[in-house]
């Protein structure tokens, strides 16, 4: 790393410590955990991009995939829902499959013609009808059992480490089924398929209350282990004892314990995989990548299979981000589908890897840090600079509405930074070698 990365980073590091010493540590940490996520996140979407130039708008939905992983697998189980219609739900979605493995099937031992259209067509619609008459019913009668507090069939109750992976392989199994239907087509269909699922994965997550009690939202899920919860510490007498040795506040000092917790485990995750990455860079796989990037005609001339490497390394990028995605709402400690929006899981992932460097693990990582830090920052310090600059106005509704938009100053900042990187260095902070 040159010595200009190497100052880019300090800058970058400076603003955190800014953040700490001017504002708050608490705020500083809790930028820096969110920004560590995103910038897992971003590596996945750089692995997908910068790689193998492959344009998928679906960051969102992969993200909720891994956040509902955390339900699945950490929430504790509703044991009357379950029993009131569990078993019928899980049925219901075993013959869903089966109907469309048959269908699968049957396309490709029938003949191609007109028969085979029909019996294909006829195994879906048939399916589709016992689906739901199994479906529907459990569905009303698992969400009817208590549905203040529960009206969901839970989780396995497993510790919520297990639920990383998992997001990272429901992630994956969805960017399968994009992939084996979009990456042989045109680049842009990709976009629009990617977008298209991410869309409907939200909308399912909000509207099957059966699954994820949708729009009511989870609010208890655990913490990964080992970060305890700060009442705990609080009541702890070693953890007493140490914080008044120290003259630390034992509120303030378990706050700050607990995200420096996370970060560490953030950190050390990040840590790995761009270990993982750059070694994949750097290797034969990594170069063929770069090669289908560049030009796909030539690659594929040499015998490269172009569409099956694309496949790949989808799958390989959107699992990463499902693997954030889980991480967060494991730090959140609850699942909230309404505050799934592109602007903040796409929007702002793209914008990472674009202003870091695409192709560059070392540039994505310099870009997620730096626009972790203003997307958050800015929201909290815009109010207070808007109310500077239009301090000489006279009262009235000019003044009224600038200080109304303060919020909003934020998409402001992140389209500036954007034009200025594009403008001066249009290949990001860290372009790729």
């Given at each position: 790393m040159t010595a200009r990365n190497l100052l880019l980073f300090a800058a970058v590091a400076s603003l955190y410590l800014m953040t700490g010493v001017f504002q708050s540590w608490n705020l500083s940490l809790s930028i820096l955990n969110a920004a560590l996520l995103a910038t897992i996140?971003?590596?996945?979407?750089?692995?997908?991009?910068?790689?193998?130039?492959l344009f998928s708008v679906g960051t969102m939905g992969f993200t909720a995939l891994g956040g509902l992983a955390v339900v699945l697998v950490s929430a504790r189980p509703n044991v009357d829902n379950w029993q009131a219609?569990?078993?019928?739900?899980?049925?219901?979605?075993?013959?869903?499959?089966?109907?469309?493995?048959?269908?699968?099937?049957?396309?490709?031992?029938?003949?191609?013609?007109?028969?085979?259209?029909?019996?294909?067509l006829a195994i879906l619609i048939g399916g589709f009808f016992l689906f739901r008459a199994v479906f529907d019913p459990n569905t009303t009668a698992a969400e009817a059992i208590n549905p203040e507090f529960a009206g969901n069939l839970g989780g396995l109750g497993l510790p919520s480490l297990f639920a990383w992976?998992?997001?990272?392989?429901?992630?994956?199994?969805a960017a399968w089924a994009i992939g084996k239907t979009a990456l042989g087509l045109r680049s842009d269909y990709l976009a629009i398929a990617t977008l298209g699922i991410a869309e409907i994965t939200v909308s399912v997550i909000k509207n099957e209350d059966w699954l994820a009690r949708g729009?009511?939202?989870?609010?208890?899920?655990?913490?990964?282990?080992?970060?305890?919860?700060e009442v705990d510490l609080q009541q702890d007498p070693g953890f007493l004892d140490l914080v008044?040795?120290?003259?630390f506040d034992p509120v303030f000092a378990s706050t700050i314990g607990v995200k420096l917790l996370y970060a560490g485990m953030f950190g050390l995750v990040l840590a790995a995989i761009i270990w993982a990455f750059e070694r994949a860079l750097n290797s034969p796989w990594g170069r063929m990548m770069r090669a289908i990037r560049?030009?796909?005609?030539?690659?594929?001339?040499?015998?490269?299979?172009?569409?099956?490497?694309?496949?790949?390394?989808?799958?390989?990028?959107?699992?990463?981000?499902?693997?954030?995605?889980?991480?967060?709402?494991?730090?959140?400690?609850?699942?909230?589908?309404?505050?799934?929006?592109?602007?903040?899981?796409?929007?702002?992932?793209?914008?990472m890897v674009i202003v870091g460097g695409?192709?560059?693990?070392?540039?994505?990582?310099?870009?997620?840090?730096?626009?972790?830090?203003?997307?958050?920052?800015?929201?909290?310090?815009?109010?207070?600079?808007?109310?500077?600059?239009?301090?000489?106005?006279?009262?009235?509704?000019?003044?009224a509405h600038l200080l109304g938009s303060a919020e909003h100053m934020r998409l402001l900042t992140m389209g500036v930074i954007l034009l200025l990187v594009m403008r001066f260095s249009p290949r990001g902070l860290i372009p790729e070698k």
């Open positions: 996140a971003a590596l996945g979407v750089n692995m997908q991009w910068g790689y193998a130039g219609g569990g078993w019928g739900i899980l049925l219901a979605l075993v013959l869903g499959a089966l109907s469309v493995a048959a269908a699968v099937i049957a396309r490709r031992a029938l003949p191609r013609g007109r028969g085979r259209s029909l019996a294909v992976p998992v997001g990272g392989l429901l992630a994956a199994a729009v009511k939202n989870i609010i208890d899920l655990p913490r990964p282990w080992p970060v305890p919860y008044s040795r120290w003259g560049d030009n796909e005609v030539s690659a594929a001339a040499m015998g490269k299979d172009v569409t099956g490497r694309h496949l790949q390394v989808f799958i390989l990028g959107s699992a990463v981000i499902g693997f954030a995605g889980a991480m967060m709402t494991s730090m959140d400690g609850q699942l909230t589908p309404g505050t799934y929006n592109p602007l903040r899981f796409t929007f702002l992932v793209w914008v695409s192709g560059n693990n070392w540039g994505t990582v310099l870009g997620g840090l730096l626009i972790g830090w203003l997307w958050l920052v800015v929201e909290n310090i815009g109010p207070n600079i808007m109310g500077l600059m239009t301090w000489p106005f006279p009262d009235g509704a000019l003044k």
